[in-house]
């Protein structure tokens, strides 16, 4: 009996968050080291603004810039990594790539279509590229004359963005790479000599004036999407980026910033040293999706996805595996099933056009979108039953949303919906039932889509 008390004790230390559910006296509270810049608010924010986001569900991601008018080749050659990288491939030389902005004038560029055309899709946000790693300025920065005003085109293309997509309803959040390949304080590592320093000190005052520019010339904006922010120079300025970070949230409140924009004072990024999660929502599942909430931790997230396996810039030829509307819609179930917004990826043309391809996949995912859009938008996740083999669920208010990819044989779904409607099955849920139990899915024919059903249980 001692024996068993010892090694519920030392479970209790090892475990203390477990342990708590257990045996209230023996859990002292969390272990935590103090930072001056960690976490801020660890665990989720409930304000309206973040309540808003959440529950988008699905956005759309645009990268647009000077690397979409050579689309991944160059002089004849088919660049294999992201075309929004070529800058940085051996066989584009650089002062060509700087020079691209010169022929920048896409009289395709219609950013009222884009953003009917990401309403149609059922976006409820969407991110916009002000200004990707090549430094190139979308608006006319007033830091550098490396911007749109410059290019034969001249006119602000982040304004025409921000305002189309406001007008359909669509909340704008913009993304800025703090690393800049044409800004000539840039660094990788932390300046060490004092010339270093000073180009340095330049560096960060020029992006700080570039991020209150934004805020001012787009107030509209809900987010901040931050990039190129993990070479050791910026890992380093924990401080500066944390006090930056203050004053755009006082400036802007509610503003929505994720995990990526800035380290603790020990490095960390993402997390901190304590493993609370910096930001508003976790940045770091891109191209990727957990294989369960629980790693998640309770955080809100999102999952940037491009259409090819890699490459967000507008390639003229993918060189990689294209995932088809059925993958991608599949995508928005999975994420929307653990809490998160899926956030599809467009690369338009240098002439501002979408590629046919991406226009197609948009109006797949509108046309599932229009019949179970409800699943997605506003849906939260279901963590009181398992997960099931069949596919995903969500839930809202009353609702049970069953998202069906992986049909079984039997054409049966069984499922713990008893213990979901505490015993009690619905008479609509009880309908599709073959036995008790077993829910059958397959509902009547929706059309000729092959695309999945998503099927509603209401607990009348
Ligand atoms: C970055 C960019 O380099 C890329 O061009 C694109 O804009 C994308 C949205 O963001 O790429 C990243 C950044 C972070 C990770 C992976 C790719 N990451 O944390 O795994």
């Known amino acids: 009996m001692k024996k068993l008390l ?16 257990q045996n209230k006296e023996s859990f002292r509270g969390r272990v935590t080291i103090p930072l001056h810049h ?20 699905l956005g759309q991601f645009i990268h647009w810039g000077m690397y979409s008018i050579p689309g991944g080749e160059w002089n004849g050659k088919t660049y294999t990594g992201a ?94 790479s703090v690393m800049d390949w044409n800004q000539g304080g840039w660094l990788y590592t932390a300046p060490a000599t004092p010339e270093e320093k000073a180009k340095w000190e330049g ?21 901040l999407w931050f990039d190129g922010t993990w070479d050791e120079s910026w890992v380093k300025e924990y401080e500066f980026a944390h006090d930056l970070e203050r004053e755009i949230r006082a400036l802007h409140p509610g ?66 595996y294209v995932k088809t509307p059925y993958e991608l819609i ?27 391809r991406e226009v197609q996949i948009a109006a797949e995912i509108g046309r599932w979108m229009k019949t179970n859009g409800e699943a997605v938008r506003g849906a939260e996740p279901v963590v009181d039953i398992r997960k099931q083999g ?22 049966r779904v069984n499922e713990a919906i008893e213990k979901y409607f505490d015993g009690k099955v619905p008479q609509e849920l009880r309908k599709w039932m073959l036995k008790e139990r077993h829910v059958d899915v397959i509902g009547p024919a929706q059309g000729t889509s092959l695309l999945p059903i998503v099927q509603k249980g209401e607990n009348l």
């Open 255 to 320: 503003i929505i910033i994720g995990s990526r924009y800035r380290a603790d004072e020990y490095g960390n990024r993402q997390c901190d040293a304590n493993g609370d999660l910096i930001g508003d929502y976790d940045q770091s599942w891109e191209r990727d999706i957990p294989t369960s909430i629980e790693q998640l931790r309770g955080n809100d997230w999102d999952c940037g996805m491009t259409i090819a396996e890699n490459g967000w810039g507008y390639a003229k030829t993918w060189t990689s």
């Open 203 to 223: 560096f960060k005052q020029f992006t700080r004036n570039q991020i209150l520019e934004l805020l001012e010339n787009y107030p509209q904006i809900k987010g």
């Open 38 to 57: 960690g976490s801020d608010h660890p665990g989720r924010r409930t304000d309206e603004a973040m309540n808003r986001w959440r529950g988008h569900g």
């Open 330 to 356: 599949s995508m928005i179930s999975e994420c929307n099933s653990m809490g998160g917004n899926f956030v599809l990826n467009f690369g338009p043309d240098g002439n501002g056009a979408m590629a046919p």
């Open 390 to 411: 069949w596919g995903f669920m969500t839930k809202k208010d009353d609702k049970l949303y069953l998202h069906v990819y992986n049909k079984p044989l039997n054409d």
């Open 83 to 176: 075309a929004e990288w070529i800058r940085s491939w051996k066989d584009m030389p650089n002062a060509e790539y700087d020079n691209l902005y010169k022929q920048f004038d896409p009289k395709g560029f219609d950013a009222k279509k884009w953003a009917r055309q990401a309403k149609e899709m059922g976006a409820g946000y969407m991110v916009f590229t002000t200004k990707h790693h090549d430094g190139f300025c979308m608006w006319p920065s007033k830091y550098t004359g490396y911007t749109v005003a410059n290019t034969p085109y001249k006119k602000d293309v982040v304004k025409q963005v921000v305002d189309a997509y406001t007008a359909e309803g669509i909340d704008v959040h913009l993304y800025f």
């Open 6 to 21: 010892l090694l519920a004790a030392a479970t209790a230390m090892v475990l203390p968050l477990c342990a708590q559910a």
